[in-house]
């Protein structure tokens, strides 16, 4: 069973940034692919980003620019540096992987509050 575990959330000042991490208990050489997706109040999940086994990374439209996708192979850890916060970034953020049978796991979530 993997287990995901976000850290880095909280409150930010709208223009600011922040650094999400999500740590795997497993090598991240396990999944064919690692992601971050949120969900603000009311809404359904959306997809922010993701990257794959081999390094390929994709970016919800809307966010492309302000938010970057990597991981570290040493940590067994995935990142997601979001920079220009805006209020409507507000959300919890979620770190997803799928495995090589293509069996998905997600952490449990950490709020991104972006307020003044």
């Known amino acids: 069973q993997v287990q995901l575990v976000e850290s880095g959330g909280g409150l930010v000042q709208p223009g600011g940034s922040l650094r999400l991490s999500c740590a795997a208990s497993g090598s991240i050489f396990s999944f064919n692919a690692m992601g971050w997706y949120r969900q603000a109040p009311g809404q359904q999940r959306q997809l922010v980003a993701t990257?794959?086994?081999?390094?390929?990374?994709n970016y919800a439209d809307s966010l492309k620019g302000r938010f970057t996708i990597s991981r570290n192979s040493a940590k067994d850890t995935l990142y997601l540096e979001s920079n220009s916060l805006k209020p409507e970034d507000t959300a919890v953020y979620y770190c997803?992987?799928?495995?090589?049978?293509?069996?998905?796991?997600w952490g449990q979530g950490t709020q991104v509050t972006v307020s003044s």
């Open positions: 997803y992987v799928r495995d090589w049978q293509f069996q998905a796991y």
């Open positions: 990257i794959t086994s081999g390094g390929s990374t």
